[in-house]
C-alpha cells in the first residue's frame, strides 16, 4: 500500500518534468526556428528546408506516447525504489563516494552504450518497419523531433535503468544530472542548426557528437548512431567519412567562406 501512494504522489512530478522539458523544447523551436531564422540562415545543416505542419502534428502527437511511457517507467522505478529492489540512494554516506561522484560518469558511459546497440538493432530490416521508422519520418529534425518515438523504442531505450539500478549503486543527484545531460544532448542533436565551433573537432571535444553528427544520421541513414560520443561509432566502423569533412563545411559557411549549396 505504501509503495502505491508513493508511485501516486509522484505522478504530478514526472508529468511536470516532461511538461517542463517540452516548454524548454518549444522555447528553442521559436527562437532558433522562427524568430532567429533569417540570421542564422548559414547555420542550418540542411540547407533545404523540409519541415511543415504536418511533420510538426506528427512529431507532437508521437511525444504523447513518449510522455506516457517515460512516465510509466519513472513511476516503476519509484515503485521498485519503495519495495527495496534497488539500489538507489539519497544519503551521500549510504555508499562510497565513489559512486556519488563517479556514478554521472559511468551512467552516461552505459547510456551511451546501451543507445548504440539498440539503435543499431532498431535499424534492422526486419524491426525497422514496425518501431523505428516513427522517428526517422523526420528527415530534416527540428527541436521537436527529439521526442518524436514511437512507445516501444522510448521503452527500449530506456529501460537499461531498471537492472542497473537494481545492481548497481544509483545516488539520485548524480543521476538527475545524466538526465538533464540527456535532455540537452537530445535536444542539440536535433536541432537542425550546427552551434558546435569550427575548432569543436579539433580539440578533445571532437570524441562528443555534434548536431551535424546526427542529422546526418537522419539524413543519409545508415551511419551515425551514437548519441553521446563517437566512440562506437569509430570503433564499428559506422561513422560516415565525410561526417569530419561536412561540420568544417558548415562552419566555413557561417563565416561566410563558402556559398550556401542547397541540397
Same mark, same amino acid.
Do not use: C
Given at each position: ?14 508529468? &511536470? ?9 518549444? =522555447?528553442?523551436?521559436?527562437?532558433? %526556428? ?52 534497488? /539500489?538507489? #540512494?539519497?544519503?551521500?554516506?549510504? #555508499? ?16 551511451? +552504450? %546501451? ?54 549503486? =544509483?545516488?539520485?543527484?548524480?543521476? &538527475?544530472? *545524466?538526465?538533464? %545531460? &540527456?535532455?540537452?544532448?537530445?535536444? /542539440? ?10 575548432? %569543436? ?10 548536431? +551535424? ?9 545508415? &551511419?551515425? #548512431? ?11 566502423? +559506422?561513422?560516415?567519412?565525410? #561526417?569530419? /569533412? ?11 567562406? *563558402? ?5
Amino acid at each position: 500500500m505504501e509503495a502505491l501512494q508513493e508511485i501516486i504522489t509522484q505522478i504530478p512530478a514526472a508529468v &511536470g518534468q516532461f511538461l517542463m522539458n517540452y516548454g524548454i523544447i518549444a =522555447m528553442v523551436y521559436l527562437v532558433v %526556428w522562427k524568430l532567429f531564422k533569417k540570421r542564422l540562415q548559414n547555420w542550418r545543416i540542411q540547407l533545404k528546408e523540409r519541415v511543415n505542419a504536418k511533420q510538426i502534428k506528427s512529431e507532437l502527437i508521437n511525444s504523447l506516447f513518449t510522455l506516457v511511457v517515460s512516465t510509466l517507467i519513472v513511476l516503476l522505478i519509484y515503485f521498485m525504489k519503495a519495495k527495496g529492489y534497488t /539500489k538507489i #540512494y539519497t544519503d551521500i554516506n549510504e #555508499y562510497p563516494n565513489f559512486f556519488a561522484f563517479g556514478g554521472f560518469f559511468i551512467f552516461l558511459i552505459l547510456d551511451d +552504450t %546501451w543507445f548504440y546497440w539498440i539503435h543499431r538493432l532498431l535499424h534492422h530490416p526486419s524491426i525497422f518497419k514496425y518501431i523505428h521508422k516513427v522517428h526517422h519520418k523526420s528527415i530534416d529534425v527540428n527541436p521537436f523531433t527529439s521526442l518524436s518515438f514511437h512507445w516501444a523504442e522510448t521503452l527500449l531505450l530506456t529501460f537499461w535503468i531498471v537492472p542497473v539500478s537494481m545492481f548497481f549503486p =544509483m545516488y539520485v543527484p548524480a543521476f &538527475g544530472i *545524466l538526465q538533464i %545531460w &540527456g535532455f540537452f544532448d537530445n535536444l /542539440k542533436s536535433h536541432l537542425g542548426y550546427e552551434f558546435f565551433p569550427s575548432w %569543436w573537432n579539433k580539440s578533445l571535444g571532437k570524441v562528443m557528437t555534434s548536431s +551535424t553528427h546526427h542529422n546526418m544520421h537522419h539524413s543519409k541513414f545508415n &551511419g551515425n #548512431y551514437g548519441v553521446h560520443f563517437r566512440i562506437w561509432d569509430r570503433i564499428m566502423g +559506422t561513422e560516415f567519412k565525410d #561526417y569530419e /569533412k561536412t561540420f568544417d563545411e558548415i562552419n566555413e559557411r557561417k563565416k561566410g567562406i *563558402l556559398k550556401q549549396r542547397v541540397n
